[in-house]
Nanobody, 132 residues
């Protein structure tokens, strides 16, 4: 049975940086489109970034463009989310998810996704808190 495990969250001051990791076991991440999502307390889930399986093209929500970078390390079966210039509004639980649906990365960063993408695997989440 496959599994995703996130790590790297924590408390950081505004303007600071963190790198989240999403490690897969039981399956090969290279064959999957990987999305990062976040959910702040009392709010709905928001798509943040996505990296495609076909060409490693990356997609980012407008709220994180220029600040967040998603990348893949095939040798480590891991996807990263580098977060720079963090803001209070980035505070949330961050989740990674894996799907083979080729439409996933066009949907993840959309404010109002027109379709629902099914994911094969979800991680348990890691808390990111941006506070002085």
């Amino acid at each position: 049975q496959g599994q995703l495990v996130e790590s790297g969250g924590g408390l950081v001051q505004p303007g600071g940086s963190l790198r989240l990791s999403c490690v897969a076991s039981g399956f090969t991440l290279d064959y999957y489109n990987i999305g990062w999502f976040r959910q702040a307390r009392g709010k709905g889930r928001e798509g943040v970034s996505c990296i495609s399986s076909s060409d490693n093209r990356t997609y980012n929500a407008d709220s994180v463009k220029g600040r967040f970078t998603i990348s893949r390390d095939s040798a480590k079966n891991t996807v990263y989310l580098r977060m720079n210039t963090l803001k209070h509004e980035d505070t949330a639980v961050y989740y990674c998810a894996a799907t083979r649906d080729p439409l996933a990365c066009t949907v993840v960063p959309a404010k109002n996704p027109p379709i629902v993408i099914g994911y094969d695997y979800w991680g348990q989440g890691t808390q990111v808190t941006v506070s002085a």
